[in-house]
């Protein structure tokens, strides 16, 4: 049952690290002395690039899009989930959407791409109690307070697999603290900007390290150029002293962003047993 086999995966994930945050520090550096003579033509090269924007950096784009989520009331999104582990010849695909609303409100809605997918994995909150469906039936569990910000700042830094079963696994604890506190992006760098589907995006590289994992995660972001939005992100996580292809890598590709729109209260009601 792949509900079973991402569980798994999940716990092991889960040991490596959950979602928080800490920012990455820029240090500058001065330099005294002598001013260098400038090189030969600076004037004309001054000239041509005379009222051209100086390229964000890697930083500036992954803040952009950080505060826009963040500062998201409401947000919705389609999701496609791509997760490559070792021993499995073929990857699991899962593909839904994520609602998410203030006061912890949560529906994320997951489908396996596979012949032997039974039913939908659902996960939701009323912003009391959160109940993950196993076979059409919800487990419930009280709805921790940082539910909304944790899913928010997951979608910046870490992708929803992640912290997915850190925030609902029945034998995990539920977000008890700010989990801002709980995780270090380092080391951002520009690769590339480059076209993804129909959308032009900036691509950025970073180092994810977490309280709990005994390994750095190499994540990769393509950040839409016009909506400061993220439109994919890969997250490999090695093996301590393992080879590349023990490694596991999750894929995410986002679409249909709508923020701050209304959603129905409906999305986001559990059942009654």
Known sequence: ???????????????LGLLAACGLMLTW?????QPTPPPKNS????????????????????DAMESKLIK?????????????????????????GLWLATKNKMNLTLMEQSKNAQ??????????SMAEFKMGKPELRKTGPFLQRAMLLSLTRSGVQ?????????????????????LQVNKLKFVK??????????VVQYELKTDFAPVLLDVTVWIDSATSLP????VTMGVPGGKKEQSITITENYSDWVINQDIDEKRFQIPKK
């Not at 947000?75 to 490559?84: E, F, P, R, T």
């Not at 039913?119 to 009391?128: A, L, T």
């Not at 439109?231 to 890969?234: E, H, I, L, M």
Request: charged fraction near 20%; include cysteine.
């Open 1 to 15: 049952m792949w509900i079973k086999r991402m569980k798994t995966i999940a716990v092991s994930i889960v040991a």
């Open 29 to 33: 550096r001065l330099f005294a002395g």
């Open 43 to 62: 004037g004309e090269l001054a000239g041509k690039n005379a009222g051209q924007p100086k390229p964000a950096s890697a930083q500036q784009l992954f």
């Open 72 to 96: 998201a009331k409401t947000l919705q999104c389609k999701l496609s989930i791509v997760m490559q582990t070792p021993g499995r010849k073929k990857p699991t695909t899962l593909e839904g």
């Open 119 to 128: 039913s939908p994995f659902i996960v939701k909150s009323d912003g009391v």
């Open 162 to 182: 992640l912290p997915l079963y850190y925030l609902i696994g029945s034998d995990l604890p539920n977000t008890a603290n700010d989990p801002v506190t709980h």
């Open 193 to 202: 900007k480059a076209t993804l589907n129909t959308a032009k995006t900036s």
């Open 231 to 234: 439109v994919k992100r890969t």
